[in-house]
């Protein structure tokens, strides 16, 4: 069983900065895939970054060059840097690690971007 528990979020202005963190317990086997995913109001969840075991990082187009995704070498955390926020990032970000054909995630936390 893996846990998944998110924090980081709260109320930014536009132009500002947070750090997304991701707590990640349980067995994690060796091929793995870690990412960030956001759900806006009225939007499906979408894919925002991730990053393989090997270390590639994809980004979604609307964030590329604004967060940077990272992970800590013992694969038990995982972050998310969002700089330059806009309003249109206010959703509820949610971590998700994907290990032995499964999907683990994590409640979600709030990010919501003030114009």
């Known amino acids: 069983q893996v846990q998944v528990v998110e924090s980081g979020g709260g109320l930014v202005q536009a132009g500002g900065s947070l750090r997304l963190s991701c707590a990640v317990s349980?067995?994690?086997?060796?091929?793995?895939?870690m990412g960030w995913y956001r759900q806006g109001p009225g939007k499906q969840r979408e894919l925002v970054a991730r990053i393989t075991s090997g270390g590639s990082v994809s980004y979604a187009d609307s964030v590329e060059g604004r967060f940077t995704i990272s992970r800590d070498t013992a694969k038990t955390a995982l972050y998310l840097q969002m700089s330059s926020l806009k309003p249109e990032d206010t959703a509820v970000y949610y971590c998700?690690?994907?290990?032995?054909?499964?999907?683990?995630w994590g409640q979600g936390t709030q990010v919501t971007v003030s114009s």
């Open positions: 998700n690690v994907y290990t032995n054909l499964r999907d683990y």
């Open positions: 349980g067995i994690i086997f060796r091929s793995n895939v």
